[in-house]
């Protein structure tokens, strides 16, 4: 498959068919729908403008950012479509036909929504172009107008995080009759979320009364890719210099959990941006966070679930490579997890009982050395035994940095000692 090359979605579809059945309703178990696409997206980095893909794609280590970034985004509108979808998919025949309706869905909603993007429905010659054809070129428009900074974490995540929001927008327009009204709604309610995300940059980098030379690049990478009409630029950039109050940051009208997720992270994100989290930019996370109506365990899991992204992709994060950085980074989460793990005690201890293979590697670690593999099963064993915990069923866990080292500083005190 070569993304940048005619015919790419269909050679996508084709290879991805499994993992479309896994998360059609039933494939990923959470309470609900937002949270599961949450569990989709967040891994990949799309909602922090990254593209990290979970499978190896044949000569995918080829392919440029952009690419990747195309083909996450295709991946992520089926399975916001999917994951609304409201029956079970019992047969083959059913989900190509339900395949068949997003992607004429997805052409109707950019050609619509986003009509700088838009897209004919026939040739030149007249032929009329099939719903997987007009999708193609559109996502090809799509991902034409981001932008591509090899080197630069936070101006990728500026540039980019707002493809999150075509995912969001789609979700509740392919459950809408799109008449002029309806789509008249989708275009205002995209331009007011882009601002809202303003705002919420806004508030989060003067959290510490004073706002860093990082923070107002971030807002200068912003811009750039928001393409605000002229008034609400000027508008943006004069909330940016005064500061603006948690309380005037706009709510989603319809109280969506992901969305309020995707605000929440942006500001951690922005605060991350000159590396340091003061008292006052915690407070500040907090008063969004009851703006918000989360808790602060939800502050708590999104903390985590962006430090275990970063740790997991280190490498691959180039701007963000510095040794003092990444030890801070893995002690924070590593107490966080550990958090987690004690108030989760005996839910661990009755996994790891009901795990015959794990119980038969601890007896044989306690009276001689574990081979690689074994360590290596050990290791694997481990992760699915946190699994059972309810926070990690929505939070992806970085199972490369999760090592078994790591994993025996994160259990409790003498854990295996009361198994």
Known sequence: MKPNEKG?????????????????????????????????????????????????????????????????????????????FNRQIKSTEELSEVILKTLDSIGNFYNTVFPELATPAKTL???RKTPLEIAERILDKRIEITEEFKNNFWAQFFHNSLLFLDIFIFGQWIHTNADRIVSDFFKYEREELRFSVVKVIAAAAHANEAVEFEERKLLEYFLQ?????????????????????????????????????????????TIWADKKVDGNEQDFLKRLCTHLTFSED???NSMMGIE??????????????????????????????????????????????????????????????????????????????????????????????????VLMRILPTNFFAEV
């Not at 059609?24 to 403008?49: C, D, F, N, S, W």
């Open 8 to 84: 790419w979605l269909k050679d996508y579809l084709e290879l991805r068919k499994e993992l479309l059945k896994e998360v059609q309703p039933g494939g990923v178990k959470t309470a609900h729908p937002e949270q599961a696409l949450y569990r989709v997206i967040q891994p990949t980095g799309l909602m922090y403008g990254q593209a990290i893909l979970s499978l190896d794609y044949p000569n995918s280590n080829d392919w440029s950012n952009k690419e990747r970034m195309k083909i996450l985004l295709a991946e992520s509108l089926i399975s916001s479509s999917f994951l609304f």
């Open 125 to 127: 010659f007249g032929r």
């Open 308 to 405: 275990g992204f970063v740790l997991e992709h280190w490498e691959k994060l180039n701007y963000l490579q510095n040794k003092q950085d990444y030890d801070q980074v893995s002690e924070r989460f590593i107490k966080r997890l550990s958090r987690v793990t004690a108030n989760h005690k005996s839910k661990l201890k009755k996994a790891v009982q009901g795990n015959k293979d794990l119980l038969a590697l601890l007896k044989k670690a306690k009276s001689s050395e574990l081979t690689e593999t074994e360590k290596k099963e050990m290791q694997e064993q481990l992760v699915v035994v946190l699994k059972t915990i309810p926070t990690f069923v929505v939070i992806s866990l970085p199972k490369r940095f999760l090592a078994l080292p």
């Open 298 to 300: 939800d502050l708590e």
């Open 225 to 269: 890719s928001a393409h605000l009409p002229a008034e609400k630029k000027r508008e943006a950039v004069a909330i940016f210099e005064k500061g603006i109050e948690v309380e005037e940051i706009n709510l989603p009208t319809n109280n969506s959990w992901i969305l309020k997720k995707y605000f929440l992270e942006m500001a951690i994100l």
